[in-house]
């Protein structure tokens, strides 16, 4: 509809450099730019590195995300940016984009939560009715269980990891498998060949004294103290069993939890994002589950789960269609935010 917001949204809070850029929940471009190649040989994102890449990509990938959905600057009605968590030097560059071209324009600008925009992805079906849900958000940095009750302004964690998020196990795991980085992707496509039942590793705060605490929360260390531990102990290892059994116990716990959440609250749809949300193994378990609890699932497409700017402009749009007043230009990124804050005031 020619009606709704037309809304360009900036994300920068890691390594990629991604702009979206929505017509009310349709989704028109979404343009990523990765800086991963430049980390891999360290294992891990190195700050100073992504925020560089970022100043290098920032006004060809707004240009290219312009073309692709067919409007000019001048066409844009709001503009969304992820103000935190993320790396600061990073955000730092995301949000004085932003604001510049907010300033430049004469547009509304929305600072938003990087956690709440990859669970807002889901909006972009007009199909769909946006329904109340759980919202398991899996990835590099946080592992968390949210209670969605209206995406442009009633987020609640339910819990959270209190060490290592998914995507970081997944990481250090794939380290001692000798694989590439990202570890995700790589110990996915090992344990397509491996026996996932080969080997029995812990699935952390699932204990009935664990869970009077730490009901909806996470706990990977263990996990992966377990499988450094047999790796040492058994040299001769089938690694693709190590790599599906590992894969395994992360898939079984975050499940398991998530949909207890969801019979706790009587919730009947249950939204998975983030970047590990990309795994074929967590895709396919959700589905058999979801399906025999009688649980709506969704998914976003594998292209939306890794960080992008589709999901920043998803959830501006959201917020400017609710009529919730815009940031403005001129306020401070936070790299440790929680979902206390949907929108930067």
Request: hydrophobic fraction near 45%; include cysteine; aromatic fraction near 4%.
């Amino acid at each position: 509809m020619r009606n709704e917001p037309l809304v360009l949204g900036i994300e920068t809070s890691c390594d990629e450099t991604a702009v979206g850029i929505v017509r009310g929940r349709t989704l028109l471009a979404n343009v990523i730019s990765s800086s991963v190649e430049q980390h891999a040989r360290f294992g891990g994102v190195v700050p100073e590195i992504a925020s560089r890449a970022h100043l290098e990509a920032m006004q060809n990938v707004i240009g290219q995300a312009l073309l692709e959905a067919k409007v000019s600057l001048s066409d844009i009605d709001a503009l969304g940016v992820t103000a935190g968590p993320g790396l600061i030097g990073a955000l730092l560059v995301g949000t004085s984009a932003a604001s510049g071209l907010a300033l430049a324009l004469d547009k509304p600008l929305y600072g938003v939560n990087h956690l709440s925009s990859h669970i807002a992805v889901d909006a972009l079906d007009q199909d769909r009715v946006l329904e109340p849900a759980i919202g398991l958000l899996v990835s590099g940095g946080h592992s968390s269980i949210l209670k969605v009750s209206d995406l442009a302004s009633d987020v609640e964690v339910l819990g959270a990891t209190i060490d290592d998020a998914a995507g970081e196990a997944f990481d250090k795991i794939a380290r001692l498998l000798d694989l590439d980085f990202p570890g995700g992707p790589a110990i996915d496509r090992l344990a397509h060949s491996g026996n996932a039942s080969a080997i029995d590793f812990p699935r952390g705060l699932t204990h009935a004294n664990d869970l009077t605490e730490h009901l909806y929360d996470f706990s990977f260390s263990g996990l992966k103290t377990a499988t450094s531990r047999y790796l040492k102990a058994t040299p001769d290892a089938v690694r693709a069993d190590v790599a599906a059994s590992f894969q395994e116990a992360v898939v079984d716990v975050l499940l398991t939890k998530a949909i207890s959440a969801a019979r706790a609250f009587g919730y009947e749809s249950m939204i998975i994002a983030g970047g590990v949300a990309a795994n074929s193994r967590l895709r396919a378990e959700a589905a058999r589950r979801c399906e025999q609890a009688g649980i709506r699932l969704r998914t976003p497409p594998v292209s939306l789960c890794t960080d992008n700017g589709a999901m920043v402009a998803a959830l501006t749009s959201l917020m400017v269609g609710a009529g919730q007043s815009p940031t403005g230009i001129g306020f401070a990124a936070d790299s440790s935010s929680g979902l206390e804050r949907l929108l930067w005031r």
